[in-house]
């Protein structure tokens, strides 16, 4: 039996996912913290600039992308250290 998992827009699943999701795109065997910064600075301005919703749905939609910022940076810091 087959299980589908949904992940809803905004969670921080759906951010980790578009991290993997750029990486993926792009070739990348592994994000380096500047990758990983450039790719959260471009989905927050994306959340300010044009996503239209109420400001309360903005705030936590940042602050699940902060959470998945937070985890690929912990990743990419514990791959470098193995």
């Given amino acids: 039996m ?3 998992v949904t992940i809803l827009f905004g969670t921080a699943e759906y951010f980790e996912r ?3 999701t ?5 070739n990348l065997n592994q994000m380096n913290n500047d990758q990983i910064l450039m ?3 471009r989905l927050k301005n994306e959340l300010l600039n044009d996503f239209v919703c109420e400001e ?3 705030i936590e939609c940042i ?3 902060e959470r998945a910022c937070f985890m ?3 990743l990419e810091l514990s791959v470098l250290a193995e």
């Avoid at 750029?22 to 792009?26: I, T």
């Fill in 22 to 26: 750029y990486a993926a795109r792009n």
């Fill in 39 to 41: 790719i959260y600075s």
């Fill in 63 to 65: 602050q699940n992308l």
């Fill in 56 to 58: 309360s749905i903005r």
């Fill in 72 to 74: 690929t940076r912990s």
């Fill in 18 to 20: 578009e991290f993997l």
């Fill in 2 to 4: 087959e299980t589908i």
